[in-house]
């Protein structure tokens, strides 16, 4: 909430501003969201090497 709260210095009429924003918030919640699936279905990550600990 920290980070969100700086944007209110920003210029988002600026587009490089509101693509930088707009995409860091996407991936954000979209990254986790797709190793949480991906580890739900196969168990593993999405590269399984047969490693182990």
């Known amino acids: 909430s920290l980070g969100l709260s700086f944007l ?7 587009m490089r501003n509101m693509f930088i924003s707009g995409l860091s918030l996407f991936l954000g919640l979209s990254i986790p969201q797709y190793f949480n699936q991906t580890w ?3 168990r593993h990550g999405p590269v399984h090497t047969k490693a182990s600990w």
């Open 40 to 42: 739900l279905s196969t």
């Open 8 to 14: 209110q210095f920003t210029n988002m009429n600026s």
